[in-house]
Each structure stands twice: as structure tokens, then as C-alpha cells.
């Protein structure tokens, strides 16, 4: 399979982590958070990716090379100016290798660990036939909930408990076709995903996983400490990575 990753995000809220390198760099018990994430497109197959990247790509460029020493075909789309999320997708299309013809690609937020089952999205994106499928987490209540009986008396506390909704997770199976629906600048969230839902060409795949955008440096604390109580199983080392 082949995946595109998002990596140009210069993460000013993980400052200072992010002054010498782009977000997906930053170190998580000394590995880049974009070598947990390529282990684990590895781990599901994923051979080809595109790296989509602009701010500080070279530290990307110098640590992973052409992808050859983790028995991996790494190309790069860097972009000269910021192109959004949906044409830096579009600017890596570009650089995929044809020959697959209509295999799924996977594209993903270079910020984001998590153990889904991806060739299990996969399947299912094949079986529905749309052009977009996205991955659905369940949305975490940031704040603890206080519990109230109907005299107003606290009964309970729940610490940052699931709620019953769901939001993207920045993970997405795109059939080929999706292309020439892509932005050449703009977000693809405000741009393509509206048309192809009103087109009845976008999927959902609500999930529970472990699912971790890494966006603040109470975030990077957070996943440190997690990692450290619950080893991902799905996250090994991408041969040497």
C-alpha cells in the first residue's frame, strides 16, 4: 500500500521542542513521533509514502533518507509555500507511483499515534466503494464530569470520561479517483470532504482505538506517561527506525 503523510506543521504550541524541528520530529521517549507512525504504517503493509513536508523538512529528509535502510520507498513534497492540508495532498498524489493504479492510499496527520486496525479500514473503505473514508474517534471529554441526582446532590465524578460523539481523527483511505477532487491550495476539510458527503462519496469509521494527536507540550507529557504504562503492540520498530 501507499500512504501520504502530512508533516509541515511548525507546532508553535510545542515550543521550544519545535524550534529546530517541524512537529512530527518531536521526540517521544527518544523517537520522532513520525517513526512511531511510520512503524505502524509499516506494520499494516504500507511500503510507499509521500511525506508532505515545508518548515525544517530537511531534519525529515536527514533522518529517514529515501527510506531504503527501514525497507521503505520515502519520497518528499515539500512545499515552498504553505498549500493547506488538501494540496499538500495533492502536491504528494504527484509523486506516488503509478503502477498501482487504484490501490487505496492512506493519508495521515503526521502528528497523530494510534494502534487502529488500519487494514481493517482499509477493507471496509474497498467494500463501501466511496472516495473518502475517514477515521472517527471518540471525543474525550477534556474536563472531569460531575454527576448530579435529580436534588441536585453530586452522586459522582468521572474523570474526562467518553462522550457520545464522534470527531476526524486526521486518518484518512482515499480511492485514487479522489485526486483530481483535491484543492491545488485550501483545506480539505472545508473544501473536498463537504462535496464528496453531499455526494454520498464519504465514509466514516467510528472505531475505538488508541488515538493521540500530539498538538501542546501537555499533550507530549500526556502520551510520554502513556507509553510508558501501555506499550503499543502495533507500534514496533520499523527496522531500525
Not at 208 to 220: E, Q, S
Not at 221 to 239: G, I
Request: glycine share 10%; proline share 7%.
Amino acid at each position: 500500500m501507499r500512504a501520504i503523510v502530512l508533516a509541515g506543521g511548525k507546532g508553535e504550541r510545542l515550543r521550544p521542542y519545535t524550534t529546530d524541528r517541524p512537529k512530527p520530529m518531536v521526540e517521544i521517549h527518544g523517537r520522532p513521533i513520525l517513526a512511531y507512525q511510520l512503524s505502524w504504517l509499516q506494520h499494516h503493509g504500507v511500503s510507499e509514502i509521500v511525506i508532505s513536508c515545508g518548515y525544517r523538512c530537511e531534519v525529515i529528509k536527514e533522518y529517514f533518507g529515501d527510506g531504503s535502510a527501514y525497507g521503505l520507498c520515502i519520497r518528499y513534497a515539500v512545499e515552498e509555500t504553505p498549500l493547506g492540508r488538501g494540496g499538500g495532498i495533492k502536491a504528494a498524489f504527484a509523486l506516488l507511483d503509478p503502477s498501482a493504479g487504484d490501490e487505496p492510499i492512506v493519508g495521515t496527520n503526521g502528528d497523530i499515534l494510534t494502534d487502529l486496525d488500519l487494514s481493517a479500514m482499509v477493507t471496509e473503505h474497498q467494500r463501501r466503494g466511496v472516495l473518502a473514508t475517514l477515521y472517527l474517534a471518540q471525543l474525550r471529554s477534556p474536563y472531569g464530569i460531575v454527576e448530579l441526582d435529580d436534588a441536585r446532590l453530586v452522586r459522582a465524578f468521572r474523570e474526562k470520561p467518553e462522550l457520545p460523539y464522534w470527531v476526524n481523527g486526521g486518518l484518512y483511505v482515499f480511492s485514487a479517483a479522489i485526486r483530481s477532487s483535491l484543492p491545488d491550495r485550501g483545506d480539505i476539510e472545508e473544501l473536498t470532504f463537504p462535496q464528496l458527503a453531499a455526494a454520498g462519496q464519504l465514509a466514516g469509521h467510528p472505531v475505538r482505538a488508541y488515538w493521540r494527536p500530539v498538538d501542546t507540550v501537555k499533550d507530549l507529557n500526556e502520551v510520554q506517561h502513556e507509553l510508558e504504562a501501555r506499550p503499543l503492540p502495533s507500534l514496533p520498530p520499523c527496522r531500525g527506525i
